[in-house]
T-cell receptor
């Protein structure tokens, strides 16, 4: 079964600082990778996704992520964070489960707090 | 398009009581998921429906949890009897159909359950 590991539980940054959130997954086959964001009081929303092709994918609000297959990683980055980026970020992998269906498995999440 | 609707938004019950949650997916979405998100963890899949059939319920605690999607549209998730460790946010999500495995899930706002 696939699993997802997010390295940081809580990250605190000042505005304009650069952000990198780590994500590693374990699965031997083809995967699709996602980052979801949950702003306070809101539902989970898609930030960006990787299916194939260019391993550097760009998402909404200036976020990007790089898929490094050899490292089983899909780290999320943003050059300069804003206070409005305060949220919880979830890495997820979509892969075939033991039951044969495609299953989206989430990491535990990283809470980002941006200080004005 | 209207999003995934869930109700109630909050529910507080005592242990050993029963509770039910309701979900109405995005119109036309054939695949529906129920996830459990315990505080400090990422969402964990409980059950996946394709139209009115169960695709994967391998992680559903069937001794106390049940779910149905009788007409292939809205769905209910029930817990009977509830335990303290069932306190969590229960998320419903949908996507167009099973073959669109690489399309993102659309999530509802969730139902926050507190068992006392």
């Amino acid at each position: 079964a696939q699993s997802v590991s997010q390295h940081n539980h809580h990250v605190i940054l000042s505005e304009a600082a650069s952000l990198e959130l780590g994500c590693n997954y374990s699965y031997g086959g083809t995967v699709n990778l996602f980052w979801y964001v949950q702003y306070p009081g809101q539902h989970l929303q898609l930030l960006l996704k990787y299916f194939s092709g260019d391993p550097l994918v760009k998402g909404i609000k200036g976020f990007e992520a790089e898929f490094i297959k050899s490292k089983f990683s899909f780290n999320l980055r943003k050059p300069s964070v804003q206070w409005s980026d305060t949220a919880e970020y979830f890495c997820a992998v979509n892969a075939r489960s033991g039951a044969g269906s495609y299953q989206l498995t989430f990491g535990k999440g990283t809470k980002l707090s941006v200080i004005p | 398009e209207a999003g995934v609707a869930q109700s109630p938004r909050y529910k507080i019950i005592e242990k050993r009581q029963s509770v039910a949650f309701w979900c109405n997916p995005i119109s036309g979405h054939a695949t529906l998921y129920w996830y459990q998100q315990i505080l400090g963890q990422g969402p964990k899949l409980l059950i996946q429906f394709q139209n009115n059939g169960v695709v994967d319920d391998s992680q559903l605690p069937k001794d106390r949890f049940s779910a149905e999607r009788l007409k292939g549209v809205d769905s209910t998730l029930k817990i009977q009897p509830a335990k303290l460790e069932d306190s969590a946010v229960y998320l419903c999500a949908s996507r167009p159909d099973k073959s669109s495995y690489n399309s993102p899930l659309h999530f509802g706002n969730g139902t926050r359950l507190t068992v006392t």
